[in-house]
């Protein structure tokens, strides 16, 4: 029997990125049929190119055994490239923008597994604030930008983080069950924005909100934090027309 060959002029190197290409626009697990749907390479190709990232880690495989989603390395090459762009002026300026409103540490920030990792800030020079490096990683379930992120995921994304992540209670005002976040998540997606009432660290309060795409999906969370000495959560409500201004703005220059 004649081997099948595969004709597709396209460069394997290229094929790999297409495969990359296609889970990033969905956004969500995807067997490799699915895919390949907008591939439409033979079958054995586009398994063989799948069980080859998978192996060298930008694809990861799902509990169910036959999705898959961004690896470890691709993750690691995706913060890399948000790292890099603290030297995008016109998103920092965004961030300048808001400080200037809201006159208290604000930031930009993309969730990293079952992480939430800063890739922008302008900080406060009140001796009082809460200082947290570019790069750190801050738990999604106990924070207003992890909040923001988990609720506008898709809902399989949330059901996995819910059932697998350790959910543990940083203050007394953590959200530590799957229940009561699973709740919380709902209230934020309904009200388009998530408050931080000193849920990770006593004495913080901080409202983020949501820069979408065009498709509803989160590309980063704006947020900004002040001590309760200074600022009450019902204050820091008022800011949140800003923080609303400055995601449209960033969503813009995505």
Known sequence: MKEFQDSSPVPPSLRNLQILEALAREARPMTATEINASLGLPKPTIHRLVANLEQEGYLSRQLDGRSYLPGLK???MMLGVMHTCQYDLPRHDVLVRLFTAVGETCSISIPEGDTLVYVDRVETNWPLRLVIQLGTRVPLHATAAGKVCLAFMNPQSVEHFLRHARLHPHTPNTFASAESLREELARVREQGHAIDDQEFIPGMV???????????????AVTFHAPVQRMSLETAMTHLPALKRAASELADLA
């Open 74 to 76: 691709l993750r690691q």
């Open 206 to 220: 901080g409202i983020s909100v949501p820069a979408l795409d065009g498709r509803g999906r989160v590309l980063a």
